[in-house]
């Protein structure tokens, strides 16, 4: 289980690496972002790999000011995005919108100070305002797992043969080792301003909603939506690959994207990997949550323990939508946290 939870999070912590490597080559070599233009002054902050920023932002460069959407992974990863943002532009930023709680999204938010107001769902504030390191939590689970993940890079790195692969481990490396001092100053900082169901921000010609859908990866996930350039950055409900569970409402998970279909957007981007069109990744995310949700209910109504139940859920069907599902089996956190659903512990959080 341990080795399961493990992998799951370095999938986290590197996964902006992973999706993004592939681009590094046309940025300047120090830049840790590419700023992917999506609408006119709209932008996915995208990693480069040379430094550990978590998840994706977004950036919404307005009239007189600038939104920003997630505030990554540590302080330093939020001061080096505010700092390269002035390579697409001068005006200040005046907002930062939080899609939900989670250290990878959130762990910047203490470089936002006034006037810039961060805004998130109540439940985002409650949880910041919580012990984010208490046992158990996704933030201290990770840094629980983060010497080892170092190991376990120096250790492919030292016995990988392809040049190029070599350095990108120990590019990976280095990076990670940064990331285990730069998150020493976190100090977990909430929303400033809060909704429960949705607010409307409007600057210059420019509307940008924050909507509350309703129960998904978090009890508080807020999606962006910009309806005359119909994006939508949807934060940890929809991501490129699949989504962690382990703070989810799985049963609730399609409903709510259901309501996401809802909106008139054609691009997406997500809160980890490359942006994308369209409205198609929602079905495939449907069906995923569907189909774990009701083999997890079938094993936990026949008692199967949660850690046993994640060895036997078969996620295989989907492997072509999601091509990291290579055998039967699935993360016990997610099942964990399936079993609390069902059992209702998870209300208390
Ligand atoms: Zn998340
Ligand atoms: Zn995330």
């Not at 305002?129 to 376990?152: C, H, M, R, W, Y």
């Amino acid at each position: 289980m341990r080795t399961r939870l493990m992998l799951l999070l370095v999938g986290i912590a590197v996964s902006a690496l992973v999706f993004s490597h592939g681009h590094a080559q046309t940025q300047p070599s120090q830049a840790a972002h590419r700023f992917q233009p999506i609408a006119p002054g709209v932008y996915s902050a995208i990693a480069t790999g040379t430094l550990n920023v978590g998840s994706n932002s977004c950036v919404v460069v307005n009239q007189d000011d600038v939104l920003i959407v997630d505030s990554h992974i540590s302080p330093e990863s939020a001061r080096v995005l505010i700092r390269e943002l002035k390579s697409i532009t001068d005006k200040p930023v005046r907002f930062l919108v939080n899609t939900h709680f989670h250290f990878d999204h959130a762990n910047g938010n203490q470089v936002f100070t006034a006037p810039v107001d961060i805004i998130g769902h109540e439940f985002t504030r409650r949880k910041l305002l919580g012990d984010v390191l208490a046992k158990g939590t996704i933030f201290a689970e990770s840094l629980a797992a983060l010497p080892n993940q170092i190991e376990q890079l120096k250790q492919r790195a030292a016995a990988e043969q392809d040049a190029a692969a070599k350095a990108r481990l120990d590019q990976q490396v280095r990076v990670q080792q940064a990331y285990a001092d730069q998150v020493k100053e976190v100090k977990p900082t909430p929303p400033s301003v809060t909704l429960n169901d949705h607010m409307t921000l409007f600057r210059g010609d420019r509307e940008i909603r924050l909507i509350h859908l309703g129960r998904a990866h978090t009890a508080g996930d807020v999606v962006v939506f910009l309806p005359k350039e119909r994006v939508v950055c949807t934060g940890d409900m929809l991501v490129a690959g699949i989504s962690n569970l382990s703070d989810g409402y799985v049963n609730e998970w399609p409903d709510t994207v259901e309501k996401l279909r809802a909106l008139d957007f054609t691009d997406v981007i997500p809160g980890h990997g490359e942006p994308w069109k369209g409205k198609e990744k929602l079905d495939h995310w449907q069906a995923y949550l569907r189909d774990i949700w009701q083999q997890a209910s079938k094993l936990h109504d026949q008692k199967v323990p949660a850690a046993e139940a994640a060895k036997r859920i078969d996620m295989t069907a989907h492997k072509n939508h999601y091509p990291t599902i290579t055998a039967p089996g699935v993360a016990p956190i997610g099942v964990v946290r399936m079993y609390d659903v069902m059992e209702r512990r998870a209300e208390q959080n």
